[in-house]
């Protein structure tokens, strides 16, 4: 079956970087992109890009485009997405997900969730 | 493309129906999901485009809806099924939310 499992929790002081790891097992890696989304506290899901597991090509949401690099390692399975310039805004838990369907824009297959605090 | 739900809140008690709104601010055809969300889980997968049913959901939870207008209806709601629920477009990047319904038992 499908599993996503993400890095720990991390806090970071404002101005700094995080990077998050999510490692896939249960399918073939190179064939599906996999995508980041966050959820900051009291607001709903906001998609952030998504990345081809395979090629490594990315697409990224225009509001993070300034800010953010996702990755991707196939010899293990796994995904990186780091955020720099970190600021109390991106106090968030950040998932990574699958789709359901490849090539469709819809998610059956999430992480655990990685819990990310911008605090000095 | 903005998604907005309705209402914010719905309380409702065990064994009637729900309905939930979710309105895309211009037509994303049927490009429509439902996802469920107990607090400190993942979203969870209810229903694509806009009707279909994902895998080992319950058919008390049904989508209609194609253009700019879908509801989800829960029918005989059941104390487990206290949750948000969130809309989702994937017709045009980037994918959009809604804002989510916080269903109440």
């Known amino acids: 079956q499908v599993q996503l499992v993400q890095s720990g929790a991390e806090v970071k002081e404002p101005g700094a970087s995080v990077k998050v790891s999510c490692k896939a097992s249960g399918y073939t890696f190179t064939g599906h992109h996999l995508h980041w989304f966050r959820e900051a506290p009291g607001q709903g899901l906001e998609w952030m890009g998504g990345?081809?597991?395979?090629?490594?090509?990315?697409k990224y949401g225009k509001q993070f485009q300034d800010k953010i690099t996702m990755t991707s390692d196939t010899a293990i399975s796994t995904v990186y997405m780091e955020l720099t310039r970190l600021t109390s805004d991106d106090t968030a838990v950040y998932y990574c997900a699958r789709v359901a369907v490849a090539g469709r824009g819809y998610f059956q297959h999430w992480g655990q969730g990685t819990l990310v605090t911008v605090s000095s | 493309i903005v998604m907005t739900q309705s209402p914010v809140t719905l309380s409702v008690s065990p064994g009637e129906r729900a309905t939930l709104s979710c309105r895309a601010s211009?037509?994303?055809?049927?490009?429509l999901v439902w996802y469920q969300q107990k607090p400190g889980q993942a979203p969870r997968l209810l229903v694509y485009d806009s009707s279909t049913r994902a895998t080992d959901i319950p058919s008390r939870f049904s989508g209609s809806g194609s253009g700019t207008d879908f509801t989800l209806t829960i029918s005989s709601l059941q104390s487990e099924d206290s949750a948000v629920y969130f809309c989702?477009?994937?017709?045009?990047?980037?994918?959009?939310f809604g804002g989510g319904t916080y269903v109440e038992i």
């Open positions: 990345i081809q597991g395979g090629s490594g090509a990315t």
């Open positions: 211009q037509s994303v055809r049927s490009d």
């Open positions: 989702q477009q994937y017709n045009g990047w980037p994918l959009t």
